[in-house]
């Protein structure tokens, strides 16, 4: 499963607009609580270019280290986080990405859910219009709006 939630979280990256796209510097993708995703990340993404930015993944452990970051992937394991990483990343363009129960509901950007035995993923708009971050109409009609 890490491989897909791997590939998937790449591809939202693809759909979605950040303010400050243009500005050199790192893309930091931050995983909190999923050593697999982040290992996974690590391999494919790491170093390579993103437009005028490098990608950096990194383990990030606080609140405050996930502010930091572009996107945050928070694990399974880490869902009781989220709202210390929402709270934290309150009007700042940090995609979050999460793999818990309700927690799309609960303000992240993007959050896995299985249905029916496939893996779909809900978009909550509201919390990405809260952030500056623009999503393409595409991703939008793949998901589960909320």
Known sequence: MHEIHSAMLYNFIKYVQWPNEAEAGDFVVGVMGDEDVLGTLKT??????????????????????????????????????????KNATAGKPVLTVTDGFNLGQKGSHINFKVIDGKLKFELNQASVSGSNLKVSSQLASMAIVI
């Open 44 to 85: 494919w993404y790491d170093g390579k270019p993103k437009g005028t930015k490098k990608y950096v993944v990194k383990k990030v452990s606080t609140p405050e280290e996930a502010a930091g970051c572009a996107v945050v992937y928070i694990g399974k394991g880490k869902g009781r986080e989220f709202e210390n990483v």
